[in-house]
């Protein structure tokens, strides 16, 4: 297992603070379309959404918290950011985005520390054509260097390689990291295969 910085990077930009964005995020996030639909899936504070936005791409940051929602607007709204925040619980029973018009329309969908596996492989259903998913979160070892610990917010080894199943895998990586704390993470980066007529 090879071992790497962290995968943070400060940005200081026009957004007018230091936001810790993923430097996995920003190293895939140019191969999704030029001011693409971008959805930051499970978004917590809107690190990335706010981040893509600033890149041009149009975004829809989803989370259950209405409050950190109103926060994202907030600071979208201040820095004339294209940023629209919807309140969508993601752990419901049933995939909550069946049937919608959420479906095949993203160039670009972002998960960032977030796993709730009864969903994870309906991810690509929300991407067009030569849509573009970027995941990155917790792997089993990260248990040894504290939270998150519980299995159920943790990928096995290798899992999210499962996607190669609807998706042409760009990029893959499975590590221990060192600063700013130990971690195991693990990353993909992929394409939806194209559909045979």
Same mark, same amino acid.
């Given at each position: 297992?090879?071992?790497?910085?962290?995968?943070?990077?400060?940005?200081?930009?026009?957004?007018?603070?230091?936001?810790?964005?993923?430097?996995?995020?920003?190293?895939?996030?140019?191969?999704?379309?030029?001011?693409?639909?971008?959805?930051?899936?499970?978004?917590?504070? $809107?690190?990335?959404?706010?981040?893509?936005? @600033?890149? &041009?791409? #149009?975004?829809?940051?989803?989370?259950? *918290? %209405?409050?950190? !929602?109103?926060?994202?607007?907030?600071?979208?709204?201040?820095?004339?950011?294209?940023?629209?925040?919807?309140?969508?619980?993601?752990?419901?029973?049933?995939?909550?985005?069946?049937?919608?018009?959420?479906?095949?329309?993203?160039?670009?969908?972002?998960?960032?520390?977030?796993?709730?596996?009864?969903?994870?492989?309906?991810?690509?259903?929300?991407?067009?054509?030569? $849509?573009?998913?970027?995941?990155?979160?917790? @792997?089993? &070892?990260? #248990?040894?260097?504290?939270?998150?610990? *519980? %299995?159920?917010? !943790?990928?096995?080894?290798?899992?999210?390689?499962?996607?190669?199943?609807?998706?042409?895998?760009?990029?893959?990586?499975?590590?221990?990291?060192?600063?700013?704390?130990?971690?195991?993470?693990?990353?993909?980066?992929?394409?939806?295969?194209?559909?045979?007529?």
């Amino acid at each position: 297992m090879c071992v790497r910085r962290w995968g943070l990077i400060t940005v200081k930009s026009a957004l007018g603070a230091d936001l810790q964005v993923s430097d996995w995020v920003i190293q895939h996030a140019s191969i999704i379309r030029p001011g693409g639909r971008v959805l930051d899936y499970a978004c917590g504070h $809107g690190r990335h959404a706010l981040y893509l936005a @600033a890149q &041009g791409y #149009e975004v829809l940051a989803i989370d259950r *918290n %209405p409050q950190v !929602l109103q926060e994202i607007t907030d600071k979208a709204h201040q820095l004339q950011l294209n940023v629209e925040t919807q309140l969508i619980d993601l752990e419901q029973n049933n995939w909550p985005f069946s049937g919608s018009e959420f479906a095949k329309s993203f160039d670009g969908v972002v998960v960032t520390n977030y796993l709730y596996r009864p969903f994870l492989m309906y991810l690509p259903e929300l991407l067009k054509d030569g $849509g573009v998913l970027i995941y990155e979160t917790f @792997a089993l &070892g990260n #248990e040894a260097f504290g939270k998150p610990s *519980n %299995p159920n917010f !943790l990928l096995r080894p290798n899992e999210l390689l499962g996607f190669s199943e609807k998706m042409k895998i760009l990029a893959y990586e499975d590590v221990q990291i060192q600063l700013p704390k130990p971690a195991c993470i693990q990353r993909i980066c992929a394409v939806p295969l194209q559909s045979k007529t």
